[in-house]
């Protein structure tokens, strides 16, 4: 079997990823990006156990997986509490306006 | 009963803790202060006869010594810090504690409402304890320190009306007069222990150890001579013998109680008490005999004939007083140690007597002049009385103490000269002569104060009983002190026995030869010292017998000088003072022989004007230059270090670092903008570099 589609895929959204991590403006769109980069790195982890441990009892790729969905799904929740909390004192979800803790 | 030496220390000390506690807050108190020093010489002097009478019930006494030992210098050289009590001290105690109580007590009513009377308590039983540290040392050196502490009390208490400043200059001359003497007493006492140390003792100001080396010989004369001269010095100006008693006379400008105690009865015989102590050592140079007899004899002579001419009470007195102390010294040098103490002793309460009495009529009538006294018989019965003891005593009148003390002079003074001295002879005859002119002013003072009509402007009425009390008490001694030494006294108990240390009872006098004088008789006053014809000498204890001879001269002698007073003085002031016109004569006694005059143009000028100025110069120019000049460079290397290190380098170093450290945090601060996406982007850069560079180090 060959690897390079999903890495291909993988390294593809990490890039898109990082990306919208860096240049977009919105809070909610930042923290999108950052969910792409963890499914990203999903995507490596089946790929890695399906290729050195085809058919194997032990599934430790996707066991990892799932907990990274379950702790990006947790970051998101604190996320979007920040970005709510952020709005409501603020009224935008610029991240370039929130810069309290410059010099 | 050892008990009672022990605490000797005690009655030194505690007239400075006293002088110290009415200075610290006598002002408080209801009495100003007084009652403390009433309390303290009273519990001194109630010691004193304890110590006296331990002292004296023993006969002859051991002396009683104690010493803390303080060897600063290491090569077994000692300074010692001691107490010595024998026969001469306890004496010395006895007389100083009692003038000094009832010069206490009478202040009280004296020094009423003057300004600074608590000072003037303080001073007084600092004046005390100084001389009683005097009195107590059992070294020289400790000796000297009494005797400056003396010097600087009686300073500060003449010039007690410092308001005047007729009274600073006579503070002034007596601190300088008595300093002059004092150069001299110090070199002694460094002449004498350097001697000392010669003899390999550690202790070289002992007295005790300097009197016992002196009598072994162990001395050099050169040392002898010289040392006992320079003290005597001391003396001289200490006790206002001539030509250094110039300050004397104008020491009574301090308080009349002053002047009872200190240029009477205790300070001016500090002198007599040091040659006394030192009595062992001077008796080996006839040289110096010779020297302390001439000087005593002119003292005595000539400054008794200055009380001729004096208007002032006072200074009639204290002529008398360097006419007495005269007396005194003239004894030492003719042999009679017992004599000149034992006349130191009488002469203290009577002389005290007679200076509370003047005092008395001076707070009645003030006026120290006699010209505004007179018939002061009446108003004042008491003062009158106890003085005319006190003038009896001092003119020793028969049965009076100052004629048993004068009278043992003279016999020292016959005894001397038995054994071929001059000076023996001077003091006997001259001794005579001035016991009529003693006799003569004080009948002069007592007829012009007493006799004749008022002619004060006062109303003269008696002083109170804290002034008259101590009068009687002091007239009651001034006839009871004389009784313990003469016929009357007893063989074993009397004073010459008291007084005589074993030093003075071994005393000889290597320049007499024994044997060509075919064992003649030597007088210490009472006590004969016999040379046997192999050239020992023996000590023949005992009380002086009537002299009926010298008995009847003094009678005449002294019947001759009230008779020729009364004539002069019997109705009061006479138109014409018979002493103030004999001419030339009064012109020279007036002028006091020129001594203040010489003094003043020889000695006062030259160094006021002269020496005053080079000093001021030399201190001006040259000493403050030389500071001024190493101030100034020490000033100005320290303004180029300000400059150069403080400033350029400490300071540019401080500061640069601060000023670095400012300007790149200034700089650094701009990384934390606070954007998150810069620190997301600066993370994924850093990550790139690192995976770039662990890769290229693969």
Redesign the interface.
Same mark, same amino acid.
């Given at each position: 079997m060959s690897l390079i589609g999903p890495l291909l895929l993988a390294t593809f959204l990490f890039c898109v990823g990082?990306y919208g @991590?860096?240049?977009r403006r919105n809070a909610v769109l &930042?923290l999108i990006s950052v969910e792409l980069m963890l499914v990203s790195v999903n995507i490596n982890l089946v790929a890695f156990q399906n290729l050195l441990f085809p058919g194997a009892e032990a599934v430790h790729g996707q066991m990892f997986a799932l907990f990274i969905i379950a702790v990006a799904a947790a970051e998101a929740g604190v996320g979007l509490a920040i970005i709510f909390n952020l709005f409501r004192n603020r009224a935008t979800v610029n &991240? =370039?306006d &929130? =810069? @309290?803790?410059?010099? | 009963m050892e008990s009672l030496l022990e605490l000797a220390w005690v009655v030194t000390l505690l007239p400075l803790l006293s002088a110290a506690a009415i200075a610290a807050f006598g002002k408080q108190l209801p009495g100003k202060g007084s009652e403390l020093g009433i309390a303290a010489l009273a519990i001194t002097w109630l010691l004193s006869i304890g110590i006296a009478w331990q002292t004296f019930s023993a006969g002859t006494p051991e002396p009683f010594e104690r010493a803390f030992e303080w060897s600063p210098l290491g090569g077994g050289f000692i300074f010692e810090l001691g107490m010595l009590v024998d026969g001469l001290t306890a004496m010395m105690f006895l007389l100083v504690t009692t003038v000094s109580l009832m010069v206490h007590i009478y202040s009280r009513e004296y020094m009423k409402g003057e300004p600074r009377f608590t000072y003037f308590y303080a001073m007084l039983s600092l004046f005390t304890f100084s001389m009683l540290l005097l009195v107590i040392a059992n070294n020289t050196l400790l000796a000297v320190v009494g005797w400056e502490l003396v010097g600087l009390c009686s300073f500060l208490l003449i010039g007690f009306y410092w308001e005047d400043k007729s009274n600073q200059d006579a503070a002034n001359k007596a601190f300088l007069t008595t300093k002059f003497g004092d150069v001299g007493l110090i070199v002694g006492v460094i002449v004498l222990s350097a001697g000392m140390f010669g003899t390999g003792t550690s202790t070289p100001f002992n007295i005790q150890e300097t009197n016992a080396a002196a009598m072994a010989g162990e001395l050099s004369t050169g040392t002898i001579v010289l040392g006992m001269l320079l003290i005597f010095l001391g003396c001289v100006s200490k006790s206002g013998q001539m030509p250094l008693h110039v300050w004397l006379p104008d020491a009574m400008a301090g308080p009349t109680p002053v002047s009872a105690l200190i240029h009477a009865a205790t300070m001016v015989t500090a002198g007599i008490f040091l040659l006394a102590r030192l009595f062992p050592v001077l008796a080996q140079s006839a040289t110096v005999m010779a020297v302390i007899a001439i000087v005593g004899v002119i003292t005595l002579f000539f400054g008794g004939l200055l009380a001729l001419v004096q208007d002032d009470l006072k200074k009639v007195l204290a002529y008398s007083t360097v006419s007495q102390l005269g007396y005194m010294i003239a004894a030492i040098g003719v042999g009679g140690y017992t004599a000149s103490i034992f006349h130191l002793f009488t002469h203290g309460f009577f002389k005290a007597l007679l200076f509370l009495g003047a005092g008395s009529l001076i707070h009645a009538v003030h006026s120290n002049n006699m010209s505004d006294m007179g018939g002061m018989r009446k108003p004042m019965p008491h003062t009158f009385w106890t003085f005319i003891i006190g003038s009896l005593a001092l003119a020793g009148f028969p049965l009076t103490a100052g004629f048993f003390s004068k009278d043992e002079i003279l016999i020292a003074g016959d005894l001397w000269a038995g054994q071929g001295f001059m000076t023996g002879n001077l003091v006997y005859w001259v001794g005579l002569a001035a016991a009529f002119v003693t006799t003569f002013y004080m009948a002069r003072a007592c007829f012009l104060v007493f006799a004749g009509e008022n002619r004060s402007h006062h109303a003269p009425h008696e002083s109170g009983p804290q002034m008259v009390a101590p009068l009687m008490l002091l007239a009651v001694l001034s006839i009871a002190s004389g009784y313990l030494l003469s016929p009357f006294s007893s063989q074993e108990f009397n004073f010459e026995n008291w007084t005589a240390t074993p030093f003075v009872e071994d005393a000889t006098y290597p320049f007499i030869d024994a044997e060509a004088s075919g064992g003649g008789v030597l007088a210490a006053g009472g006590q004969s010292i016999m040379a046997a014809a192999d050239g020992e000498f023996t000590i023949l204890h005992g009380v002086p017998t009537w002299h009926f001879d010298l008995l009847a001269i003094v009678l005449v002698v002294f019947a001759a000088a009230v008779f020729l007073a009364y004539r002069f003085y019997g109705k009061g002031l006479p138109e014409r003072d018979p002493t103030l016109n004999m001419g030339a004569a009064t012109t020279v006694l007036v002028n006091k022989y020129g001594f203040d005059a010489f003094g003043y143009r020889y000695i006062v000028v030259p160094v006021r004007d002269t020496l005053a100025k080079w000093a001021t110069w030399s201190s001006n120019v040259v000493i403050d230059g030389m500071v001024a000049g190493a101030g100034r460079a020490t000033k100005n290397a320290a303004f180029a270090t300000y400059r150069v290190l403080d400033q350029r380098v400490i300071d540019g170093g401080v500061n640069g670092a601060a000023f670095s450290a400012a300007w790149w945090s200034d700089r650094l601060k701009r990384i934390q903008s606070g954007d998150v996406q810069r620190y997301a982007g600066a993370l994924v850069a850093g990550t790139i570099v690192l995976v770039l560079a662990i890769a290229a180090v693969r």
């Open positions: 990082v @991590l860096i240049a &930042v &991240v =370039d &929130v =810069d @309290l803790m410059r010099w | -």
